[in-house]
């Protein structure tokens, strides 16, 4: 299996935290972190050009994955800027510093040429992603899904797609162990608190990306990071969801 990737989610009081004080609380949750977001659209638009070097400045450790992400898909920046997002990812990438990774929607695939071209130029590779806020798509839904994906020879793939019932994510579980084996990164879990097992499970299934929180959760079902992290260092002994369910229910919810 390749390296298993635990990423936190990088905000302004994250970073603002941890460039003031090097002994902040923060710290140990950023050192438990292999790969970082950068989520571009929390920040004020004048700092994103330099936000990967001054995150990589304060966490030289973590690959870094750069996401722009939209209102309708659990982020802040406006829908109808869609377009605009590619002059932004321009003047990201005239920097020296740049994420080794760029998260692109699945229905924004009209930009991924620009920004392929883009993000070639500085070695970095494209995840593209599908958020669901209301169920899991069904089988043939994510068959087009992957489809898609190799057609465009994407780099990564990562689906969060809302859990509701407790075997909502067995359908995910199936697409993973058939398809992890075409992309770089992966990750396909539940969102809220059915789908909360789902965000360690999918790793046994053959996924090597998965999410975690800092400070505070910004997707349903989320993890804080320090759990997630003393997960995956006891994996060998999570034998089944229910023992992860089990394991779950011993740290606190956010």
């Avoid at 972190?33 to 995150?55: G, K, M, Q, T």
């Avoid at 043939?140 to 793939?157: M, P, S, W, Y």
């Avoid at 046994?204 to 990071?225: F, M």
Wanted: proline share 3%.
């Amino acid at each position: 299996m390749s390296e298993t990737f635990l990423v936190g989610l990088i905000s302004p009081n994250i970073l603002k935290a941890i460039e003031e004080d090097s002994l902040s609380p923060v710290f140990l949750d950023l050192q438990a972190c292999n790969a970082l977001e950068i989520r571009y659209d929390f920040f004020d638009v004048n700092d994103w050009p330099s936000l990967s070097a001054r995150l990589r400045k304060v966490t030289p450790h973590a690959m870094q994955i750069g996401t722009i992400r939209l209102k309708r898909d659990g982020g802040n920046f406006p829908n109808t800027q869609v377009a605009a997002r590619t002059k932004h990812w321009q003047k990201i990438f005239e920097t020296e510093q740049v994420p080794e990774w760029l998260d692109l929607e699945r229905d924004c695939l009209a930009q991924l040429a620009d920004l392929r071209a883009l993000a070639k130029a500085k070695g970095t590779k494209i995840l593209v992603s599908e958020h669901n806020f209301v169920r899991i798509p069904n089988d043939a839904e994510l068959k087009i899904f992957v489809e898609d994906l190799r057609r465009i020879k994407a780099d990564g793939l990562k689906i969060a797609a809302m859990s509701n019932s407790e075997t909502d994510c067995d359908r995910l579980y199936k697409f993973t162990k058939k398809n992890h084996k075409y992309f770089d990164l992966f990750a396909a879990f539940g969102m809220g608190d059915s789908g909360r097992a789902s965000r360690l499970w999918s790793l046994k299934e053959g996924a090597n990306l998965t999410y975690g929180a800092i400070e505070s959760v910004e997707a349903p079902g989320q993890i804080d990071v320090m759990t997630m992290k003393k997960a995956l260092d006891g994996f060998e002994n999570l034998f089944s969801q229910s023992d992860i369910t089990a394991f779950l229910g011993k740290f606190r919810h956010f």
